[in-house]
């Protein structure tokens, strides 16, 4: 049976992974050098569908036996989804997922013993109220944050040093980490208040994962030559799929599915070796029929809107400025005097709205010129205007 997972599914069985073995064995080997009082720190970077999520499930899978893995993802939390992401916010998730982690691995008393800690460390309590049974601190005054970040900083620490002999170590992974840009002007300080704590670490590793451009200015706040973590840490690109590599996995996985040859380079030019295009693509394509460069591109234009849901999300929390930004370079890359030209504004109105749409990976900026990065949102904006005869600005 073939098998091949829908895009979203990013807790992917052995079965259904493929590829990264270099991925997987270079990454797996720096993480283990955690138990030898070495870990690494490490920012893996990717367009968003690359496959980040999934790899980082498989290497926890992998290394569970012998780590204790606490992975927190910043787009669960509560508060960003209220647009409350704070240090506070962050810190009582963190927290929250220690806890579940350590019961995960059959540390059964370990909330017992936080409370303990927690005594024994002076921080002022409002309450510690249970939320399916882990136990949550709540500060009762805004001078009590500092106390209890500390404390949840030096957690993984503490909680090694009790039970070194049941683990080889503590690896953190820190999903979605580009969120924390949402701290606004508190981003660059907390970078550097974890740097402060990550840098002393002998037996806990720190991985955070990002669907980052390499134009994003996040990047330079953390790992650049005056970021927080100066280039101490890691930074390592996980690249779509290869041509030959698309290829491999259909006649693998897919292998219902007979593309001619033209058919098959059509599909990869739609799809860029994304997994989650792939995956997302290949559900909706019937079997028992020829897929040629014809048929493809039929079925592309009818499977877009779900190929380009994360990016519809995206393209309505734009501005409207960023949105006319975009279409304006739907046909051709453009220098940004040209842009501003087009819009009929200054060159130096539309920097804010450029660095945004670089920071969210929505165009990139090569040879002096601004382009859409992605063909399926391209593809999407034009088929809307084709339909309307209007881009769609407004919400819808």
Same mark, same amino acid.
């Given at each position: 049976?073939?098998?091949?997972?829908?895009?979203?599914?990013?807790?992917?069985?052995?079965?259904?992974?493929?590829?990264?073995?270099?991925?997987?064995?270079?990454?797996?080997?720096?993480?283990?050098?955690?138990?030898?009082?070495?870990?690494?720190?490490?920012?893996?970077?990717?367009?968003?569908?690359?496959?980040?999520?999934?790899?980082?499930?498989?290497?926890?899978?992998?290394?569970?036996?012998?780590?204790?893995?606490?992975?927190?993802?910043?787009?669960?939390?509560?508060?960003?989804?209220?647009?409350?992401?704070?240090?506070?916010?962050?810190?009582?998730?963190?927290?929250?997922?220690?806890?579940?982690?350590?019961?995960?691995?059959?540390?059964?008393?370990?909330?017992?013993?936080?409370?303990?800690?927690?005594?024994?460390?002076?921080?002022?309590?409002?309450?510690?109220?249970?939320?399916?049974?882990?136990?949550?601190?709540?500060?009762?005054?805004?001078?009590?944050?500092?106390?209890?970040?500390?404390?949840?900083?030096?957690?993984?620490?503490?909680?090694?040093?009790?039970?070194?002999?049941?683990?080889?170590?503590?690896?953190?992974?820190?999903?979605?980490?580009?969120?924390?840009?949402?701290?606004?002007?508190?981003?660059?300080?907390?970078?550097?208040?974890?740097?402060?704590?990550?840098?002393?670490?002998?037996?806990?590793?720190?991985?955070?994962?990002?669907?980052?451009?390499?134009?994003?200015?996040?990047?330079?706040?953390?790992?650049?030559?005056?970021?927080?973590?100066?280039?101490?840490?890691?930074?390592?690109?996980?690249? =779509?799929?290869?041509?030959?590599?698309? &290829? %491999?996995?259909?006649? $693998?996985? @897919?292998?219902? *599915?007979? !593309?001619?040859?033209?058919?098959?380079?059509?599909?990869?030019?739609?799809?860029?070796?994304?997994?989650?295009?792939?995956?997302?693509?290949?559900?909706?394509?019937? =079997?028992?029929?020829?897929?040629?460069? &014809? %048929?493809?591109?039929? $079925?592309? @234009?009818?499977? *877009?809107? !779900?190929?380009?849901?994360?990016?519809?999300?995206?393209?309505?929390?734009?501005?409207?400025?960023?949105?006319?930004?975009?279409?304006?370079?739907?046909?051709?890359?453009?220098?940004?005097?040209?842009?501003? &030209?087009?819009?009929?504004?200054?060159?130096?109105?539309?920097?804010?709205?450029?660095?945004?749409?670089?920071?969210?990976?929505?165009?990139?900026?090569?040879?002096?010129?601004?382009?859409?990065?992605?063909?399926?949102?391209?593809?999407?904006?034009?088929?809307?205007?084709?339909? &309307?005869?209007?881009?769609?600005?407004?919400?819808?």
């Amino acid at each position: 049976m073939d098998i091949i997972p829908w895009g979203l599914n990013a807790d992917l069985t052995d079965d259904q992974f493929f590829n990264r073995e270099r991925d997987i064995i270079f990454l797996t080997k720096l993480l283990d050098s955690t138990k030898d009082e070495i870990p690494p720190a490490l920012l893996l970077t990717g367009i968003r569908g690359v496959g980040k999520t999934a790899l980082l499930n498989k290497l926890k899978n992998d290394l569970k036996k012998d780590y204790l893995i606490i992975y927190l993802d910043l787009s669960s939390s509560n508060n960003y989804q209220e647009d409350k992401l704070s240090r506070m916010a962050f810190m009582q998730l963190f927290y929250k997922r220690i806890i579940e982690s350590c019961k995960e691995y059959g540390l059964k008393t370990i909330d017992k013993q936080i409370e303990s800690w927690f005594k024994t460390h002076n921080i002022s309590l409002k309450n510690i109220f249970n939320v399916d049974g882990v136990p949550v601190p709540i500060v009762g005054f805004e001078e009590d944050y500092t106390k209890l970040a500390d404390f949840v900083m030096n957690l993984p620490r503490k909680i090694y040093e009790k039970y070194s002999d049941e683990m080889d170590g503590i690896l953190i992974f820190i999903d979605e980490f580009q969120l924390i840009k949402d701290l606004d002007d508190e981003t660059n300080g907390f970078l550097w208040y974890l740097r402060s704590f990550i840098q002393t670490e002998k037996n806990v590793s720190y991985t955070f994962t990002g669907s980052m451009s390499m134009e994003d200015s996040l990047l330079g706040e953390i790992n650049g030559a005056k970021g927080a973590f100066g280039g101490r840490m890691l930074t390592y690109q996980i690249e =779509p799929f290869s041509y030959e590599t698309t &290829k %491999r996995y259909l006649i $693998e996985r @897919a292998s219902h *599915l007979e !593309f001619s040859d033209d058919g098959f380079e059509r599909f990869y030019k739609c799809t860029r070796g994304i997994p989650f295009y792939i995956n997302t693509f290949v559900r909706f394509l019937m =079997p028992g029929e020829m897929l040629d460069k &014809k %048929r493809v591109s039929e $079925e592309f @234009a009818n499977v *877009l809107p !779900f190929l380009a849901i994360n990016l519809i999300n995206d393209w309505k929390n734009l501005s409207k400025q960023e949105q006319k930004i975009i279409t304006t370079l739907l046909d051709e890359p453009l220098r940004r005097v040209d842009i501003a &030209k087009k819009l009929d504004v200054t060159s130096g109105g539309i920097g804010g709205s450029l660095n945004n749409l670089l920071n969210n990976g929505l165009i990139k900026y090569e040879k002096s010129r601004y382009f859409v990065s992605d063909n399926i949102l391209i593809a999407w904006l034009k088929g809307e205007y084709d339909r &309307k005869g209007v881009y769609p600005y407004r919400d819808f």
